[in-house]
């Protein structure tokens, strides 16, 4: 995952997200959605990282176990952090946002205040200043528009795409998912 954007709207709450990835990953799915809870996972903490494999397992195995806690204090104290590379999750679970954050030594963790616009971005694929200008520019569609769900979903379809990096990534899939 790669930039997800939370948007409060008058009938709840829409999540936006791109996905980018290599090809090869396509099948690999970097969100769960059970009911009216979401979780989404981003490669990188808090800033880019130099990868020191190997790594005890892939970050999509954090998804896939998430769900078997019983809440995000639980997933905090349990969970094995060590051994795997740096991610950000962002969570709405029980009506609470929050966000968990492994830097690769240390569990970083915010409840968020989920009335407000927030934007995340892989902070391995974009820079602080890259991050800053999408948040701008979701914040501009929005105070333009009357509905939200068109105009950012045209700026995740066109304007967020990943343009590449050498490596074989692009950007693989938009996802919408409306909560209350």
């Not at 094995?80 to 969570?91: A, C, R």
Request: proline share 5%; glycine share 4%.
């Amino acid at each position: 995952m790669c930039i997800v954007a939370w948007i409060p709207t008058a009938d709840g709450f829409t999540v936006f997200s791109n996905r980018d990835d290599r090809p090869a990953k396509a099948h690999l799915s970097n969100h769960r959605h059970q009911g009216n809870n979401f979780i989404v996972l981003l490669n990188g903490g808090l800033e880019n990282h130099i990868p020191k494999p190997p790594y005890r397992a892939s970050r999509v195995e954090v998804l896939n176990t998430f769900f078997e806690f019983k809440d995000v204090e639980d997933f905090k104290e349990h969970f094995v952090f060590e051994g795997m590379e740096p991610f950000t999750l962002v969570i709405y679970l029980a009506q609470k946002l929050q966000q968990v954050v492994w830097t690769g030594s240390e569990v970083l963790y915010h409840s968020l205040d989920k009335t407000i616009l927030h934007l995340w971005a892989s902070s391995t694929l974009y820079t602080p200043e890259q991050q800053l200008h999408f948040k701008h520019q979701v914040e501009q569609v929005l105070e333009e528009e009357n509905s939200v769900v068109q105009p950012i979903e045209s700026l995740f379809q066109h304007q967020f795409q990943f343009p590449g990096n050498g490596y074989g990534t692009v950007t693989l899939s938009t996802t919408c998912v409306q909560l209350d």
